[in-house]
C-alpha cells in the first residue's frame, strides 16, 4: 500500500437506502448515459486490451489490462468487459477493480494505522497480502463455527473474543453464507468500540429486497457456512440488516473513475461502524 500520509480520496457517492440511491439516479441519468456511452466506445473485438492509468493504492502510473471474454457485446460484434472483474493492474499483485478499491477504501477512508487489529473474514483474497503488510496483527477466520454463548447455550459463532478487532474485511463472501443475519451480528460483536466493517459482495442495486438462493432456506435448520454457489442475491435490504445486527452507520459506496481503472456501472463497496 501507499504511505497513509499519501493517498487520493475514493471517488465514489455514499447511499443508506433505496430511496436516496433511485433519487441520485434521477438528478444523474445524463452524466450516467455518458458514461455508459464512453465505456461502449472502449468494447472491442480482441481477447484484451489496455489502458493508461494510475493505481490508487499503489500511486503511480501503470496500464491496466482488460479482457473481454463474457463481456456484454454490442452490435458490431465487440465486447465490453465484465468492468468489476476486470481493469487489472500490473503490480505483482494483478488487482482487479474491485479488489484495487477494496485496498483504496480501507487507505484513504478507513484507515489501516500500524497497531490495527484485523479480521478477515472469509476465504482468501487478492488483497490480503497488502492488508497484512499494512496491519499490526491480521486474523484469517473463514466461516462460523458452533460454540458456546456466555449465557452457556451453544450457538453459530466467530471464535474470537468481543471487541477483538479494530476492523474487519470481507472481499465477496457474505452471499455464500446461508446464516447471513447471524454472521452479521457476530462481526459487530467482535469489533471493538467505533469498529469498522469494510466488504465487497456481488450486488443487485436495483433489488430493493434480498432473495435466498440455496436450497434450504431455514437458518435454523441448515448451519451457517460456506455453500457452492450463491446464498443470497443481495439487495439494499442489506443495509437494515446490518444496523439490525448492531451497527450504528452503514453505507453503500458507488465509485467510478476511468483514470483510477474503476470502470463500469454498479461498482459498490460496503461500509459499516459500530
Known amino acids: 500500500m501507499a504511505d497513509a500520509d499519501l493517498h487520493v480520496h475514493l471517488p465514489a457517492t455514499s447511499f443508506v437506502s433505496l430511496a436516496e440511491f433511485e433519487e441520485w439516479l434521477r438528478t444523474m441519468q445524463p452524466r450516467l448515459d455518458a458514461r455508459y456511452a464512453f465505456e461502449r466506445d472502449l468494447a472491442s473485438a480482441d ?75 472469509g476465504r482468501p483474497a487478492a488483497t490480503d497480502r497488502r492488508i497484512e503488510a499494512r496491519a499490526g496483527e491480521t486474523c484469517r477466520i473463514r466461516c462460523l463455527a458452533l460454540g458456546w454463548t456466555k449465557e452457556g447455550t451453544r450457538a453459530y459463532r466467530i471464535q474470537a473474543a468481543s471487541g477483538a478487532f479494530h476492523l474487519v474485511v470481507s472481499s465477496d463472501y457474505l452471499h455464500q453464507v ?32 434480498s432473495v435466498a438462493t440455496w436450497n434450504n432456506p431455514s437458518e435454523a435448520v441448515r448451519p451457517p457456512r460456506e455453500i457452492s454457489g450463491e446464498a443470497y442475491a443481495l439487495g ?39
Open 178 to 209: 446461508p446464516s447471513l443475519r447471524t454472521a452479521l451480528a457476530e462481526l459487530n460483536r467482535v469489533l471493538a468500540p467505533g469498529g469498522q466493517f469494510v466488504f465487497t459482495v456481488p450486488f443487485h442495486y436495483r433489488a430493493p429486497r
Open 47 to 121: 481477447p484484451e486490451f489496455s489502458r493508461d492509468g494510475t493505481c490508487a493504492p499503489c500511486l503511480r502510473r501503470m496500464r491496466f489490462t482488460c479482457r473481454t471474454e463474457g463481456g456484454e457485446a454490442t452490435e458490431d460484434g465487440r465486447r465490453i468487459p465484465n468492468w468489476r472483474e476486470q481493469m487489472t493492474c500490473d503490480c505483482e499483485d494483478h488487482l482487479n477493480n474491485r479488489s484495487r478499491a477494496l485496498l483504496h477504501y480501507l487507505d484513504a477512508e478507513a484507515g489501516l494505522p500500524a497497531w490495527s487489529r484485523v479480521l478477515l473474514f
Open 236 to 274: 439494499w435490504d442489506l443495509l437494515e440488516w446490518l444496523r439490525e445486527a448492531g451497527f450504528a452507520d452503514a453505507r453503500a459506496h458507488l465509485y467510478w473513475s476511468d483514470e483510477l481503472g474503476y470502470c463500469g456501472f454498479g461498482n459498490f463497496i460496503f461500509s459499516a461502524t459500530n
